[in-house]
């Protein structure tokens, strides 16, 4: 998105649900008609898409939401996994179409509704509830292991699982990552943070960064209805260790991969090589 939408100017806004776009229309027309797209930045797991009227479309996927643009000869699509990212569009999960001047579109698609996209001052922006609870970017330079490990320590009685999908606590890992970083550490996700060792903390430290870094590499982790801006689609999947690997063998021990819920997700984890 970074590469795409810069330069672009906004020609039109349609939506069919309106908790999706909670935006009264005549700031639509005032801030967001006519603006150039100026910068697309990303904090946690919210999108910020910088307009030159000095105001931001804040978009929330929630569980189900998708972003999806099609322009001549490109097409990217990111999100919940399903064929939205790959189908024709606009389709009935399309909450929010915002269209550009060179006849390129972004979808909002989000099956569940949960999603939204919401017009801030740019300068507001910070001031907003989430941006000012989020956790730090577990990839960012300045995030040390010792700063890793007092983040979870806040929530001792929380399970390492629960803890590690806490965006108050770190920003931006979703259940995939969290999955495969505790298989790469050895820790069953039911495990109380107070229970963990420096040692334990600082390999899920590096377990985690190295998972979201595949991810990246990997075009994400939609699997086969990812698409990314060359038109290839996102293969971190293929390369996963545990998550939707069940009754299949873990490539550590070869023990059946079991599917459990923990902290009201799906969850993935070796018997053997993650005991409770």
Request: charged letters at 25%; a positive charge.
């Amino acid at each position: 998105m970074a590469q795409l939408l810069p330069d672009k100017i906004i020609t039109r806004v349609t939506n069919d649900w309106a908790k999706s776009y909670p935006n009264a229309q005549t700031d639509t027309d005032a801030y967001v008609i006519g603006a150039k797209v100026i910068d697309v930045r990303r904090r946690a797991k919210v999108l910020l898409i910088d307009l030159s009227s000095e105001y931001s479309l804040v978009i929330h996927l929630k569980m189900t939401g998708q972003l999806v643009y099609r322009g001549a000869g490109v097409a990217f699509g990111a999100g919940h996994p399903n064929d939205s990212l790959i189908g024709k569009l606009p389709d009935k999960s399309t909450r929010v179409t915002i269209e550009y001047s060179d006849n390129s579109k972004l979808f909002f698609n989000d099956q569940r509704k949960f999603g939204w996209v919401k017009l801030y001052p740019t300068t507001e922006v910070p001031n907003i509830d989430f941006f000012k609870k989020v956790g730090p970017e577990p990839l960012s330079d300045e995030f040390t292991q010792a700063d890793f490990r007092q983040r979870f320590l806040r929530r001792p009685n929380t399970n390492i699982k629960a803890a590690l999908l806490d965006q108050t606590v770190i920003a931006g890992v979703g259940n995939i990552y969290a999955d495969e970083s505790l298989w790469g550490a050895k820790i069953h996700p039911t495990s109380l943070v107070r229970d963990l060792s420096a040692a334990k903390t600082n390999k899920l430290y590096k377990e985690l960064r190295y998972v979201l870094n595949l991810a990246i590499e990997k075009g994400g982790s939609s699997d086969r209805n990812y698409v990314n801006a060359e038109g290839k689609k996102g293969s971190y999947l293929s390369f996963a260790r545990v998550f939707r690997r069940e009754g299949q063998p873990c490539p550590r021990c070869e023990t059946a991969i079991v599917k459990t819920r923990v902290a009201g997700r799906g969850t993935h984890t070796c018997p053997k090589c993650q005991k409770s």
